[in-house]
């Protein structure tokens, strides 16, 4: 074997490897309203603390006594908890109002951006609000909130 025949298959089989690499991108927030929030009263149907992302389902009865059940979409469960939310901290039944970025084409959905308890407590899932604007326009976050 040739230099050439070894350095041509080392070529391509670092190429193959490179094709089996999982993307490591991630969707973005295109789907959500980047300068709307919408705020619904509800109860908390389910709360789906999962990865790749968490779930908060919240029916809402509207003025005409019918039920819409809106979704909520957060971080995994490791942001969340790093954010102070267990997966106990929302039970079905609890009666919460949830703000969010609501999803561009009307569906009842949003990207959860804080949720109130009736105690009070407020629950955040971000550090930095939800937005699709460029990172230079978005708020700085402090050093001590980024870890």
């Keep these: ?5 070894i350095m041509t298959m080392t070529v391509a089989a670092g190429f193959l490897m490179y094709l089996a690499t999982p993307a490591g991108a991630h969707h973005s927030g295109a789907m959500f309203e980047p300068e709307k929030t919408i705020t619904i009263k509800g109860v908390v149907k389910e709360f789906e603390y999962t990865n790749p992302h968490s779930w908060l389902w919240v029916t809402v009865t ?3 006594k019918t039920t819409t059940d809106w979704g909520f979409e957060a971080e995994g469960p490791s942001t969340l908890f790093r954010n102070g939310i267990k997966r106990s901290d929302l039970k079905p039944g609890d009666v919460v109002t949830v703000t969010g970025r609501p999803l561009r084409d009307g569906r009842p959905g949003a990207a959860w ?3 109130v308890k009736e105690d009070g407590r407020v629950l955040q899932p971000r550090v930095a609000p939800v937005t699709t604007a460029p990172a ?9 909130a980024a870890r």
Excluded: F
């Design 1 to 5: 074997m040739t230099l050439q025949s």
């Design 62 to 64: 509207n003025e005409d």
């Design 113 to 115: 951006v804080k949720a």
């Design 136 to 144: 230079a326009a978005a708020p700085a976050v402090p050093a001590s």
